[in-house]
C-alpha cells in the first residue's frame, strides 16, 4: 500500500502501544498514545466520509498547535483526501484566497480561530462544511466531537497511487504571493526515508516541534515518528525558556530550530538549570545562522549543531550535514541520498565548483507542480529540475553553501551584490544581534545598499560607527549607506526575515 496513513498502523504492529505525542500546553500536558491517535484517526475519517469528502478532495486544516494535530493529519490522508494546512495567524482576506484557490471541500478549525474564519469563509462556495473544535453554537457549523462518535470501516486507509496528492500547502508568501505545493504520498515518504539515512532515529527518541505544524517539517517530523516509533512533543507557541525547560525535564534527543530561536535561547540559557546532555541532535535550517553565531551557540550549549537545507516545493529536505564528517562552518552538508543536485547559471549552464549559481534539484521528494498555476510550475520544473530561487556553491566534497536568493540580489549601476558580504560583518559586530541588508530605491544606481540590524540587550551604537565598521572590510560600492536600528525584524512565522518588508520599510522612511 502506499497511502502514507498506513505507517501509523505499521507503527503499532512494530513498535506496541506506547506514548507517541505529548501537547504541552500552558496549564496541561496531553499524552497520546500511537493507539489512541489511530482511533480517533479513524473516527475522524469515518466522520468526514459521512459528510461527503472523498479520494482527491481538500479539507482546509485552520488550526494552532493543539492536541488534534496527528489525528487531522492521519485521518484525512488515510481517506485518500488532501491534507490541506493553513497558517493560522494569516488575515481573513488571505486565508479567503486560499480558500478560493484550493477550492477546499470541507474546513477543520478551532474555537478561538472561528471568528477569523467565518469572515473568511463568508461567500466562499466551495467550502460545503465547517468542523469546528470546541463548543461553537453556530447554524452550519459541525462540532468536532459529534464528528468523532464512532469509527467504522469507512476510516479503513484507503488505497491510492503513489503520485496522488497527500498534502496542499501554500507557501508562506514570503515573496508576496502564496501557492499551493502538491506533493504526493511519495514525495513525502521517500524524502523522509532519504532523510532517516543521513539522521536515523530510534524508538527511544524524543524530539520537540516549536515551529507552527501547518509548516512542513512540522507534518514531516510526525510522519517520522510514525516510521521510527519515536515520541514527539509538541509545544503551543515557541518560549525560549520553556523549550530549555523542556529539553531539559523531558530529556529531548531532537530539536529543529530556525536560527532566530537558537539566538533568543542563547539569551536565557542557564547552565545550572539547563542542560543539553540528553541530545543527539540540535539543527539549525529555515534560514543561514551566522558563523559567529553559530560559534557561539555551540559553545554556550556545549553541543554540535547540524545544518540543513530544504523547502516545501523540494519536500521538503534538500541537503543535511554529516555527523560522520568534519563541521565545516557555513555548509548545509551534501545533498541527499538519491537527490541530484548542481548549480546553474541564468542560462541553465552548470556553474563551474566554487563558483555561485542557482541551486536546482531533482529526485522524487520534488513536488508536482503548483496547483492551478501552470506558468509558474513551468518555470520552476524544468526537465524534472526543481529550480528554487536559492544562490549557493559546491565545494570539492560537494557541499553545499547557501550564499543567497536570486531575488534578493541588489542590482547597483548594473553590478550584482551580494547582501550576504555585508550581513556576516555585521553579525560580527559585538553589538548586533541581527542584521538584514538589501536593496532600496536610488535615482543614480537605480538601487543602493542599505541595513537594518537588531543590537543586543544594553548596546549603543550609532549609524556611522556601523557604515564604517563594514566599509572597513567590504568594498565602499558593495557596503551600505544606510543602517536603521529596529527593535525587531519582521519575520515569517517560521522564523524567516521577510527583506521584502524590510524594503517596504526603509523606504515609506
Same mark, same amino acid.
Given at each position: 500500500?502506499?497511502?502514507?496513513?498506513?505507517?501509523?498502523?505499521?507503527?503499532? +504492529?512494530?513498535?506496541?502501544?506506547?506514548?507517541?505525542?505529548?501537547?504541552?500546553?500552558? =496549564?496541561?500536558? @496531553?499524552?497520546?498514545?500511537?493507539?489512541?491517535?489511530?482511533?480517533?484517526?479513524?473516527?475522524?475519517?469515518?466522520?468526514?466520509?459521512?459528510?461527503?469528502?472523498?479520494? %482527491?478532495?481538500?479539507?482546509? @486544516?485552520?488550526?494552532?498547535?493543539? /492536541?488534534?494535530?496527528?489525528?487531522?493529519?492521519?485521518?484525512?490522508?488515510?481517506?485518500?483526501?488532501?491534507?490541506?494546512?493553513?497558517?493560522?495567524?494569516?488575515? /481573513?482576506?488571505?486565508?479567503?484566497?486560499?480558500?478560493?484557490?484550493?477550492?477546499?471541500?470541507?474546513?477543520?478549525?478551532?474555537?478561538?480561530?472561528?471568528?477569523?474564519?467565518?469572515?473568511?469563509?463568508?461567500?466562499?462556495?466551495?467550502?460545503?462544511?465547517?468542523?469546528?473544535?470546541?463548543?461553537?453554537?453556530?447554524?452550519?457549523?459541525?462540532?468536532?466531537?459529534?464528528?468523532?462518535?464512532?469509527? =467504522?470501516?469507512?476510516?479503513? @486507509?484507503?488505497?491510492?497511487?503513489?503520485?496522488?496528492?497527500?498534502?496542499?500547502?501554500?507557501?508562506?508568501?514570503?515573496?508576496?504571493?502564496?501557492?499551493?505545493?502538491?506533493?504526493?504520498?511519495?514525495?513525502?515518504?521517500?524524502?523522509?526515508?532519504?532523510?532517516?539515512?543521513?539522521?536515523?532515529? =530510534?524508538?527511544?527518541?524524543?524530539?520537540?516541534?516549536?515551529?507552527?505544524?501547518?509548516?512542513?517539517?512540522?507534518?514531516?517530523?510526525?510522519?517520522?515518528?510514525?516510521?521510527?516509533?519515536?515520541?514527539?512533543?509538541?509545544?503551543? +507557541?515557541?518560549?525560549?525558556?520553556?523549550?530549555?525547560?523542556?529539553?531539559?525535564?523531558?530529556?529531548? #534527543?531532537?530539536?529543529?530550530?530556525?536560527?532566530?530561536?537558537?539566538?533568543?535561547?542563547? +539569551?536565557?540559557?542557564?547552565?545550572?538549570?539547563?542542560?543539553?546532555?540528553?541530545?543527539?541532535?540540535?539543527?539549525?535550517?529555515? $534560514?543561514?545562522?551566522?558563523?559567529?553565531?553559530?560559534?557561539?551557540?555551540?559553545?554556550?550549549?556545549?553541543?554540535?549543531?547540524?545544518?540543513?537545507?530544504?523547502?516545501?516545493?523540494?519536500?521538503?529536505?534538500?541537503?543535511?550535514?554529516?555527523?560522520?564528517?568534519?563541521?565545516?562552518?557555513?555548509?548545509? &552538508?551534501?545533498?541527499?541520498? %538519491?537527490?541530484?543536485?548542481?548549480?546553474?547559471?541564468? =542560462?541553465?549552464?552548470?556553474?563551474?565548483?566554487?563558483?555561485?549559481?542557482?541551486?536546482?534539484?531533482?529526485?522524487?521528494?520534488?513536488?508536482?507542480?503548483?496547483?492551478?498555476?501552470?506558468?509558474? #510550475?513551468?518555470?520552476?520544473?524544468?526537465?524534472?529540475?526543481?529550480? #528554487?530561487?536559492?544562490?549557493?556553491?559546491?565545494?570539492?566534497?560537494?557541499?553545499?553553501?547557501? #550564499?543567497?536568493?536570486?531575488?534578493?540580489?541588489?542590482?547597483?549601476?548594473?553590478?550584482?551584490?551580494?547582501?550576504?558580504?555585508?550581513?556576516?560583518?555585521?553579525?560580527?559586530? /559585538?553589538?548586533?544581534?541581527? $542584521?538584514?541588508?538589501? &536593496?532600496?530605491?536610488?535615482?543614480?544606481?537605480?538601487?543602493?545598499?542599505?541595513?537594518?540590524?537588531?543590537?543586543?540587550?544594553? +548596546?549603543?551604537?550609532?549609524?556611522?560607527?556601523?557604515?564604517?565598521?563594514?566599509?572597513?572590510?567590504?568594498?565602499?560600492?558593495?557596503? /551600505?549607506?544606510?543602517?536603521?536600528?529596529?527593535?525587531?525584524?519582521?519575520?515569517?512565522?517560521?522564523?524567516?526575515?521577510?527583506?521584502?518588508?524590510?524594503?517596504?520599510?526603509?523606504?515609506?522612511?
Amino acid at each position: 500500500m502506499t497511502n502514507i496513513a498506513r505507517m501509523l498502523g505499521e507503527n503499532i +504492529q512494530k513498535f506496541g502501544e506506547y506514548e507517541q505525542f505529548i501537547y504541552l500546553g500552558s =496549564d496541561d500536558e @496531553v499524552v497520546l498514545t500511537n493507539v489512541e491517535i489511530e482511533n480517533r484517526a479513524r473516527a475522524l475519517a469515518t466522520g468526514l466520509e459521512k459528510l461527503g469528502v472523498t479520494k %482527491g478532495d481538500i479539507v482546509g @486544516v485552520i488550526i494552532s498547535n493543539i /492536541p488534534e494535530i496527528p489525528q487531522a493529519i492521519n485521518g484525512i490522508m488515510r481517506l485518500g483526501a488532501v491534507f490541506s494546512p493553513i497558517i493560522f495567524a494569516l488575515t /481573513p482576506p488571505e486565508i479567503r484566497y486560499i480558500l478560493e484557490d484550493s477550492k477546499a471541500k470541507v474546513i477543520i478549525t478551532e474555537k478561538k480561530l472561528w471568528p477569523k474564519v467565518k469572515e473568511a469563509t463568508q461567500g466562499v462556495n466551495s467550502v460545503k462544511r465547517i468542523v469546528v473544535i470546541g463548543n461553537v453554537e453556530e447554524p452550519n457549523v459541525i462540532q468536532y466531537d459529534d464528528l468523532l462518535k464512532e469509527a =467504522d470501516k469507512r476510516g479503513d @486507509v484507503k488505497e491510492v497511487s503513489k503520485d496522488d496528492l497527500a498534502i496542499l500547502m501554500y507557501t508562506a508568501g514570503t515573496t508576496g504571493f502564496s501557492k499551493g505545493v502538491m506533493l504526493s504520498h511519495n514525495n513525502l515518504e521517500s524524502n523522509m526515508r532519504q532523510g532517516a539515512k543521513v539522521w536515523p532515529f =530510534d524508538h527511544g527518541d524524543r524530539s520537540i516541534i516549536t515551529l507552527p505544524m501547518n509548516h512542513i517539517y512540522g507534518v514531516i517530523s510526525y510522519l517520522e515518528s510514525c516510521a521510527v516509533g519515536c515520541t514527539t512533543v509538541l509545544l503551543p +507557541q515557541f518560549d525560549p525558556v520553556k523549550v530549555l525547560d523542556v529539553i531539559t525535564d523531558y530529556k529531548i #534527543t531532537v530539536v529543529g530550530l530556525v536560527p532566530t530561536m537558537i539566538i533568543m535561547m542563547m +539569551q536565557v540559557y542557564d547552565s545550572n538549570k539547563h542542560s543539553m546532555k540528553s541530545m543527539k541532535l540540535m539543527v539549525s535550517s529555515g $534560514a543561514p545562522l551566522a558563523e559567529e553565531t553559530l560559534k557561539q551557540a555551540m559553545k554556550i550549549f556545549g553541543i554540535q549543531i547540524y545544518h540543513a537545507y530544504g523547502l516545501t516545493e523540494a519536500g521538503p529536505t534538500v541537503a543535511r550535514q554529516r555527523k560522520d564528517r568534519p563541521l565545516k562552518y557555513g555548509s548545509v &552538508g551534501p545533498p541527499l541520498p %538519491g537527490l541530484k543536485l548542481k548549480l546553474v547559471y541564468d =542560462d541553465g549552464k552548470e556553474v563551474p565548483q566554487g563558483k555561485e549559481g542557482e541551486i536546482i534539484c531533482k529526485g522524487p521528494g520534488v513536488m508536482k507542480g503548483y496547483w492551478n498555476k501552470p506558468e509558474l #510550475t513551468a518555470a520552476a520544473l524544468k526537465d524534472g529540475w526543481l529550480y #528554487t530561487g536559492d544562490l549557493g556553491r559546491l565545494d570539492e566534497d560537494g557541499e553545499l553553501y547557501i #550564499t543567497g536568493r536570486k531575488k534578493d540580489l541588489i542590482i547597483k549601476g548594473g553590478e550584482n551584490i551580494d547582501p550576504g558580504i555585508s550581513e556576516k560583518w555585521l553579525y560580527k559586530h /559585538p553589538a548586533i544581534l541581527e $542584521a538584514a541588508v538589501v &536593496g532600496i530605491p536610488d535615482d543614480k544606481y537605480g538601487e543602493e545598499v542599505a541595513a537594518v540590524v537588531v543590537l543586543k540587550q544594553g +548596546q549603543k551604537v550609532t549609524e556611522e560607527e556601523l557604515i564604517d565598521y563594514v566599509r572597513e572590510h567590504v568594498h565602499h560600492f558593495s557596503a /551600505p549607506i544606510k543602517v536603521a536600528v529596529m527593535d525587531a525584524l519582521p519575520k515569517s512565522a517560521t522564523g524567516k526575515i521577510l527583506k521584502r518588508e524590510i524594503r517596504g520599510i526603509l523606504k515609506r522612511g
